[in-house]
């Protein structure tokens, strides 16, 4: 099945929910790591590691906001209060903001530090502001900021998903599962 049904997310919406589920746990511990790691080679490969995945992650979001805007979103299930639909479509939003804004503020930080790189080693990323180390400092503020955020945002989603399964046993987590062979 590849399109959406009003019961379930087609299989393109659901490769692109897990890869990107993927690839933003593997970013977090990129981060993480590449900040808290000492000044050395390896330190810059995990940034250039960091920097590459972040693009491809904003790449990515781009083609899955197209996908889910000519697709019809499942409904949710009859028995959700007005608070839980209400949370679900807010925690939905922040989470595309922030893999957009994480990204580009990535992006700012590396064109304002005035950093050339390439993404993968293969395509150059331009820079989108000028050179000018406070706007750096700052933005990577917000940037680690954001992150923070993504992580908290993330748990209540895994949450909520693990909570709709277990508690509520309603098909919320299982339609996002891929389908299991007869």
Known sequence: MLRNTPDSWGAPAKLFHWVMAALILAQIALGVMAANWRVSPTKLELFFWHKSTGIL?????????????????????????????????????????????????????????????????????????????????????VHGGLAALLALVLAAHIGAALWHHFVKRDTVLERMLPRRAP
């Not at 000519?70 to 959700?80: H, I, K, R, T, Y």
């Not at 790189?117 to 050179?131: G, N, Y």
């Open 57 to 141: 992650i904003l790449a990515l979001v781009a083609l899955r906001l197209a996908w889910r805007l000519a697709n019809p979103v499942p409904l949710l299930p009859s028995g959700m209060a007005a608070w839980e639909r209400a949370a679900a479509r807010l925690g939905h939003l922040f989470l595309y903001a922030l893999m957009i804004a994480l990204p580009v503020t990535g992006w700012i930080v590396n064109s304002a530090s005035n950093v050339p790189f390439r993404i993968f080693w293969l395509v150059p990323l331009p820079a989108i502001v000028a050179p000018d180390e406070p706007t750096a400092d700052f933005v990577a503020e």
